[in-house]
Structure formats: structure tokens, C-alpha cells
């Protein structure tokens, strides 16, 4: 039971950083095309104004709850070594806590973020976190 509230908490921060995300790259960027260069620094100042109140927040949550998956999922190593599932898994789990702690040495800290600015690779690297989990367990 605790389990599936865990899992639940997971699915639902992800989907606010994801969702936060999937908006800003597919939908508000391109209003850029459409506005002045001051009405967009404006827009953007107050979308991001709404955002800090919230996705740093889901960001940690889903790392929290994604590390005690983790915990739960990754099972014994083999004499033989890593399975397939536990080899993506670890390379979901790398991709996580690096957004993880991206994001919260940027937003916490005020630490750049580390090596790309724009939020074009976050986004990129959710997609295949996401790819990744749906396929770790049939690999
Ligand atoms: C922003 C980062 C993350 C995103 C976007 C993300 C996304 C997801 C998604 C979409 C699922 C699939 C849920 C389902 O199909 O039911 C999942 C499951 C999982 N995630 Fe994450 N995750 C993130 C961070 C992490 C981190 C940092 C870890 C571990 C350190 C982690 C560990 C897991 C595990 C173990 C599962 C499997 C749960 C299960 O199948 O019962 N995740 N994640």
C-alpha cells in the first residue's frame, strides 16, 4: 500500500516538472514569435514567477519518491552481475537525480545550471526517462 502511494506521489511530480516542461518547450516559447521582445520578457517573468512557486518543489518530491522506488525495484545484484533491468534502471536513475540536482543547486542555490542553460535538454532527458521507465521492465 505504501508502495503504491509512493509510486502515485512519483507519477504525479513527475507529470508537474514533466507537464512545466512539455508547456514551456511545445507552447510558451513560441509566443515568442507572435509578441515584442518586452512583452515576452514580461509574460516569461510571470509565467516563471508562478512556476518557482511549484515545479523546484515537484522536482524534489520526484526525486525523493524516485529514490525509494529505487530502493524497492533494483532487487539483488546476480554472480553474473547487473540484469538488464537493473542497467536501466541505473541509467534512468543517473538521468533523474542529475535533473534533480540540477535543479535544485539552480533554484536553491543560485548554482547555473549544469552545462546546458535552456530548458530544450530537461526536456529531452524527461522524454527518455520517461521512455525508459516504461521499458525497463520488459527488457
Ligand atoms: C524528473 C525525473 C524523473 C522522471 C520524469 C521520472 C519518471 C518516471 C515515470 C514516468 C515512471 C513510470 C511510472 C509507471 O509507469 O507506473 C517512473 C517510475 C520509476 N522511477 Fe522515476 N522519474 C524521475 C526520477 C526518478 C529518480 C531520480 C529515480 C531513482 C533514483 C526514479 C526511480 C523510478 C523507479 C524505480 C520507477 C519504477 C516504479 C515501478 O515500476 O513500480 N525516478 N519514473
Redesign the pocket.
Known amino acids: 500500500m505504501f508502495?503504491l502511494f509512493m509510486?502515485l506521489v512519483?507519477?504525479f511530480?513527475?507529470?508537474i516538472?514533466?507537464g512545466f516542461l512539455f508547456t514551456d518547450n511545445l507552447f510558451f516559447a513560441r509566443i515568442q514569435e507572435k509578441v515584442t521582445q518586452q512583452e515576452y520578457a514580461k509574460m516569461r517573468e510571470l509565467f516563471m514567477t508562478f512556476v518557482r512557486k511549484v515545479v523546484p518543489k515537484s522536482?524534489i518530491v520526484?526525486?525523493i519518491?524516485?529514490?525509494?522506488?529505487?530502493?524497492?525495484?533494483?532487487g539483488v545484484i546476480a554472480d553474473e552481475g547487473l540484469n538488464s533491468f537493473q542497467i536501466v534502471?541505473i541509467i534512468?536513475?543517473?538521468?533523474?537525480?542529475w535533473?534533480?540536482l540540477r535543479?535544485i543547486l539552480q533554484v536553491f542555490f543560485k548554482i547555473n545550471p549544469l552545462v546546458f542553460k535552456s530548458h530544450r535538454f530537461?526536456f529531452l532527458?524527461?522524454i527518455i526517462?520517461?521512455a525508459l521507465?516504461?521499458v525497463?521492465?520488459f527488457v
Open positions: 508502495y509510486k512519483h507519477i511530480s513527475v507529470f516538472y514533466g522536482l520526484a526525486v519518491s524516485g529514490i525509494y522506488l529505487f530502493y524497492e525495484n533494483f534502471l534512468k536513475a543517473f538521468f533523474g537525480l535533473l534533480g535543479g530537461p532527458v524527461v526517462i520517461i521507465s516504461q525497463m521492465h
